[in-house]
């Protein structure tokens, strides 16, 4: 068998998808000069691509030849010995010979020299720095280079706001209080970091207070343009899915009314708040999509116009969007990247916020910065913020330490702490105990424990037996009472936008998330199970149609015909139509209102009484259940379990199949490799 024909085989084994084969056998026939192992490196690249990665390090695969091929661990025999043969494969390989094979190829363009093209036409892109040696598809090598030349331009000095206004401003907004270490105020340290520079991110966790740093920046921002008789500035707020813009813009609305403007420079607080824009839309819609493509409107030759533009759950953007992003606005527009870099990344590929933040942890501040930073915004920095070799990226990123959300911390932060906590050893210092503890402490909301911890070797079967079961049908009874508290006149139409909006505002009370889409613990089996349980409990009166009363849906693509963003939530209800009542899915219009909207119009939706943790982000939920498997994935990551616990407003209920399990994945990361941070130095 050549090698070729063994790659082929892999693909029958589901160890690679066809299109990865397809694409080798595609440059073998083109650049009939490629040798095996060059093909083999483009099939490993092809591959990562459906596993999020930007590209390829190939000395690390060298290492672990094996750590890009993370599928869902199989028992399939065949799979088993493609995977053996992938790896000893690898294992005969040096990384002097390989990059000989990848170089020697004309499929491939070797960067040299600060990333001189040398051949434009090659679909693969091999970069050699700092030690690395990383292979890309051209797309998205491309895609990284549009991002580091957006960030490096912005974070060259410019004209900048002078720094006597910005202390003054400062002062004004966080008073005069100089700070001791303890209570380092990162708040303001973000917000004087971000006014001083033309790209800037503020990352942190939940309720870390993000938003209400944003808005006292925004005011900091346009105070200083009107106290100098200048126009203010165009401001344009952007999320990268339908839920998380409705969800800043109810945050960003209420943040803004509650926030405490003194007058700024002698200008009214109202006058200021006046010119902070409280409307937030989508990435897609800000850049504005061309129909039927991949491209938008507004690009390199038509960029849009705005002075700063701020965009929040910046984690879930993936590395074209971002491209995308930085293509489609001003070269001189300030940009403002908020979001929780310890969130799961992107489901596309690239890991684009936690790449930027790698450093954010431990600040790498250099001591010109902390010097500014006592000088500009009074506060000192303790010395294990400061590194005199940290990257000028660092500089203009900060991180919130502290949650407001919950009073002192509360357990549902101290417990996403102690997941996102890094040990050394985790063998000798497992987390499984203190989990454990985290979850006996007391703490009570609405008379309910906050945390709950259920252990479930085995999955409920129709019978209404356990405490998991009984979490669902207390979970999601609470919603569909609403829903069967339909009204009783089919004339009203009022009427039943009113109980739409209730049956909306019910069901974000619970959501159950899982990790894994396929098999009897992901969605699909657990969805099947959900919906005969409730049956069975006579929450819903019947599942024999499609569109049945009660049936949750989540839209799973944007569709602009309906104007409905993947994410968005609607609920199979009735609706009265010329005096009769007919199937219609009421969604939330994003303003307070509700929209009916036909089922046969909706193209990409699947039911949600399981949820994925990927698709949960940007979303919070009153009480978030979620439920881990049975057995090892190595889906099954620290961010992951992170992001789950922090969907959680009051109530958070760990399902786990296996004590083992839960372990292992708290000690799993996220490994996405890419040159970003490289590139910004
Ligand atoms: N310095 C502060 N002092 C007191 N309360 C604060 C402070 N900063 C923020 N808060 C409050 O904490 C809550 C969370 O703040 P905010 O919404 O700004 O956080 P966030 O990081 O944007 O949250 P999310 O994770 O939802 O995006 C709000 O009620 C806000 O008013």
Not at 164 to 188: A, M, S
Not at 189 to 215: D, E, R
Not at 499 to 508: D, E, Y
Request: net charge negative.
């Amino acid at each position: 068998m050549t090698k070729l024909e063994q790659m082929q085989a892999w693909v029958d084994t589901g160890l690679i998808r066809y299109i990865d084969y397809a694409l080798v056998n595609f440059i073998r026939e083109q650049a009939q000069d490629t040798s095996e192992d060059a093909l083999l490196a483009m099939l490993l690249v092809s591959h990562s691509v459906s596993m999020g990665q930007v590209c390829v390090d190939l000395k690390d695969t060298l290492v672990t030849p094996l750590a890009i091929m993370s599928t869902d661990s199989t028992d399939d025999e065949a799979q088993q010995i493609a995977r053996a043969q992938l790896q000893s494969w690898i294992e005969s390989l040096t990384i002097s010979e390989w990059l000989s094979a990848i170089e020697a190829c004309s499929a491939v363009a070797v960067m040299a020299n600060d990333f001189e093209d040398t051949n434009h036409a090659a679909p693969f892109v091999l970069v050699q720095q700092q030690g690395k040696a990383l292979l890309y598809l051209r797309r998205y090598w491309q895609a990284e280079k549009t991002i580091v030349s957006g960030i490096k331009a912005r974070l060259e000095p410019a004209s900048r706001i002078s720094n006597v206004d910005i202390r003054n401003l400062l002062n004004q907004l966080f008073g005069e209080k100089q700070h001791d270490y303890e209570d380092t105020d990162w708040q303001r340290i973000a917000c004087g970091i971000a006014a001083s520079n033309h790209f800037s991110i503020i990352t942190g966790g939940p309720g870390t207070g993000k938003t209400t740093t944003v808005l006292k920046l925004l005011a900091l921002l346009q105070a200083e343009r009107l106290m100098h008789q200048l126009p203010p500035l165009a401001i344009r707020l952007a999320a990268p899915t339908g839920k998380a813009a409705a969800r800043l813009n109810e945050s960003i609305a209420d943040n803004l009314a509650r926030l405490a403007l003194p007058e700024l420079e002698n200008l009214a607080p109202q006058a200021l708040k006046a010119v902070i824009p409280t409307q937030v839309m989508t990435l897609h819609r800000l850049l504005s999509p061309k129909p039927n493509s991949r491209q938008f409107q507004h690009n390199k030759s038509n960029p849009l116009v705005a002075d700063i533009v701020v965009i929040d759950e910046a984690s879930m953007i993936d590395i074209e969007m971002m491209a995308n992003l930085f293509d489609g606005i001003e070269p001189d527009a300030r940009v403002i990247l908020l979001g929780d870099k310890d969130q799961l990344a992107s489901v596309e590929a690239g890991y684009v916020l936690g790449d930027l933040c790698q450093g954010a942890v431990d600040g790498h501040y250099t001591q010109e910065t902390a010097d500014w930073i006592r000088d500009i915004c009074q506060q000192n920095l303790e010395e294990r913020f400061i590194d005199p070799q940290g990257a000028v990226l660092n500089q203009a990123v900060c991180m919130l330490r502290r949650s407001y959300r919950f009073q002192d911390g509360g357990v549902i932060h101290r417990l996403a702490s102690l997941v996102n906590d890094e040990r050394d050893d985790p063998l000798n210092d497992p987390k499984m105990p203190e989990l454990k503890d985290v979850f006996r402490q007391k703490e009570q909301y609405e008379n309910t424990p906050v945390l709950r911890y259920l252990e479930q070797e085995q999955l409920p079967t129709s019978v209404l037996q356990n405490a998991f079961q009984t979490l669902l049908i207390k979970g999601y009874g609470y919603y569909l009472s609403v829903v069967h508290a339909m009204p009783s006149t089919a004339m009203d139409s009022a009427l039943f936008d009113d109980w739409g909006k209730q049956v909306l505002s019910a069901h974000a009370h619970f959501q159950l998330l899982v990790a894994l889409r396929k098999g009897e613990w992901g969605v699909e089996g657990m969805n099947a199970k959900i919906e005969q349980m409730l049956l069975s409990a006579k929450q819903l009166t019947s599942i024999d149609s499609l569109w049945y009363l009660g049936r949750p849906v989540m839209v799973t693509q944007n569709d602009y015909s309906v104007d409905l963003m993947n994410g968005d939530i609607g609920i199979s209800l009735l609706y009265p139509v010329n005096g009769e009542l007919k199937q219609r899915v009421v969604f939330s219009d994003g303003k307070g209102d509700v929209r009916w909207v036909l089922p046969s119009r909706l193209q990409s939706v699947e039911t949600v009484f399981a949820m994925t943790v990927h698709k949960s982000q940007g979303s919070e939920f009153h009480h978030t259940a979620m439920l881990l498997p049975g057995q090892n994935s190595p889906i099954l990551t620290k961010e992951l379990i992170y992001t789950g616990i922090t969907r959680s407003k009051k109530h958070f209920t760990l399902i786990s199949g296996d004590a083992d399990v839960l372990e292992s994945a708290m000690n799993r990361k996220v490994v996405r490799s890419s040159g970003l941070s490289l590139s910004i130095q």
